[in-house]
């Protein structure tokens, strides 16, 4: 099981609250759990991605390289916990392919997935059913030339197939323009969920943690604002807001959250 975490904001932001100090479930700690690797993927007019095989928790991580460095209006972050491929750099999310990155959450029958996939794209970097999902939906995406009706077809392909040894086709993606985060369960409904928090929000700052407090301030003060979605809330802001299961959620440039049954 993996935990997920994505952000468009207004401008360039980093994500450092949300890896080592949000007082409910950072990345870090979520990471004790989730211990296979860690990644981050952020775009600055162009895409950058770092990942490793350890967990974000460990010593070994530099945190100030990641304040100074992952900084982007849109961010694709992960952390592991291996079920199909071993732990090496090529099986930690997120992946950057043809223009998109992509994470996921759960498990899916690889074999199926390797079936659903043209050959020219079977070029995958590892051995996870993950890359082959995220390979899918890129490649019925450019098939049907609109990313919505991609994810659709991609979902309803791998559904049609037989999803009985599947739990979960939870993913966070974009292509440097939308944010996307598809919620879409098939077991363990209270642990493969999709949270999104529009921040700054109407909040009252004094019901807030001290570290959550400051946090929004200096967003205010800087002119910041964002979506954030993750696996589960990861402050003590009241107002995030559960996606409903088999929905895919859109966040565009005016960051307006857009949400599509499927």
């Not at 020219?120 to 995220?134: I, K, N, Q, V, Y």
């Not at 979960?168 to 077991?187: C, D, H, P, Q, W």
């Amino acid at each position: 099981m993996c935990r997920l975490f994505g952000l468009y904001a207004n401008k360039p932001v980093d994500v450092y609250f949300s890896f080592f100090e949000s007082p409910r479930s950072s990345l870090a700690e979520l990471s004790r759990e989730n211990y296979s690797g860690w990644g981050v993927a952020w775009y600055d007019n162009d895409w950058h991605i770092y990942k490793e095989p350890l967990p974000l928790h460990s010593p070994a991580i530099n945190r100030e390289a990641i304040r100074r460095g992952a900084r982007g209006r849109i961010v694709v972050s992960h952390v592991r916990h291996a079920s199909i491929g071993g732990g090496s750099p090529e099986n930690t999310h997120p992946w950057l392919y043809h223009g998109w990155v992509f994470a996921h959450n759960g498990t899916i029958d690889r074999e199926v997935l390797l079936e659903l996939l043209h050959e020219e794209h079977l070029d995958l970097e590892g051995d996870t059913d993950s890359e082959a999902f995220f390979h899918l939906i890129v490649q019925e995406t450019e098939d049907l030339g609109d990313p919505i009706e991609g994810i659709v077809s991609a979902v309803g392909k791998v559904v049609g197939k037989g999803i009985n040894s599947s739990t979960s086709l939870n993913f966070i993606a974009s292509n440097g323009e939308k944010l996307y985060a598809l919620r879409y369960a098939i077991t363990g409904l209270d642990h493969y969920t999709l949270y999104y928090l529009e921040r700054p929000g109407e909040v009252e700052l004094r019901k807030l943690s001290e570290e959550t407090h400051q946090l929004i301030l200096t967003k205010l003060a800087q002119g910041e604002k964002a979506v954030v979605i993750a696996s589960e809330p990861m402050s003590d802001e009241p107002n995030w807001k559960p996606i409903p299961n088999k929905n895919l959620a859109i966040i565009d440039p005016n960051l307006d959250v857009e949400l599509i049954p499927l």
